[in-house]
Every structure is written in structure tokens, then in C-alpha cells.
């Protein structure tokens, strides 16, 4: 069974910064890609960023560019995702998803497990 835990969220200061991390167990990690999606209420699930399962690529929403980065450490069996210079508009449910290949996706419906997520507050 695949699990996923995520962790590090809370609220923070407008110019802030939080690590999020995601602990994976149920599959071997090392072999497939990762993502961060972000939710507010009455709105859709939005891609954040993506990492293969080797770790060499990675890929952000465009507006997200130079604030966040996303890396994993496959010996931990985890994935993390820095956020820096956190903007009040950065508030939401942020959820770490595994998807059944080794290449990144951008699209959630790529993803075939998610974590119960974690809240992201961003006080300006």
C-alpha cells in the first residue's frame, strides 16, 4: 500500500520562507516521479512542481520560478519542496503526489496516489 505523508507545513510571515517534505513508503521510490500540487477552496488542483524519478529533472509552474525548488533524497525515500519569499496568494493545501513513471508530469490526473496534504498559511 503507497503512502504518502507530508510535513513542514504552517503559517508563516509574507517574505518567508518553508520546507515541505513528503515521506513515500509502499513502492520503490527511486523509480518513480514526484510532484506538488496546491489547492484553495473552490478552486482546482494546481500543478506546482515535478521532479523525474532520478532527480536530474524537474519542473515548475511558471509563476513559481525562482522561489521554489523541489529535489528528493531517494536513500530517505522523500521529497522536499523549498519555498522561499512566500507571498500571501503561496496560502493553500499543498499535497505530494506519486506518479507510476519515471518522467515528470504537470497534470494531477498523472498522479495515481496522493498525500492527505498540508496547510500552507501565508500571512501578509
Known amino acids: 500500500q503507497v503512502q504518502l505523508i507530508e510535513s513542514g507545513g504552517g503559517l508563516v510571515q509574507a517574505g518567508g520562507s518553508l520546507r515541505l517534505s513528503c515521506a513515500a513508503s509502499?513502492?520503490?521510490?527511486?523509480?518513480?516521479?514526484m510532484g506538488w500540487f496546491r489547492q484553495t477552496p473552490g478552486k482546482e488542483r494546481e500543478f506546482v512542481a515535478a521532479i523525474s524519478a532520478g532527480g536530474s529533472r524537474t519542473y515548475y509552474a511558471d509563476s513559481l520560478k525562482g522561489r521554489f525548488t523541489i529535489s528528493r533524497d531517494n536513500a530517505k525515500n522523500t521529497v522536499y519542496l523549498q519555498m522561499n519569499s512566500l507571498k500571501p496568494e503561496d496560502t493553500a493545501v499543498y499535497y505530494c503526489?506519486?506518479?507510476?513513471?519515471?518522467?515528470?508530469?504537470?497534470?494531477?490526473?498523472?498522479?495515481?496516489?496522493w498525500g492527505q496534504g498540508t496547510q500552507v498559511t501565508v500571512s501578509s
Open positions: 503526489a506519486s506518479t507510476s513513471a519515471a518522467v515528470p508530469w504537470t497534470s494531477a490526473f498523472r498522479y495515481g496516489y
Open positions: 509502499g513502492r520503490t521510490f527511486s523509480s518513480y516521479a
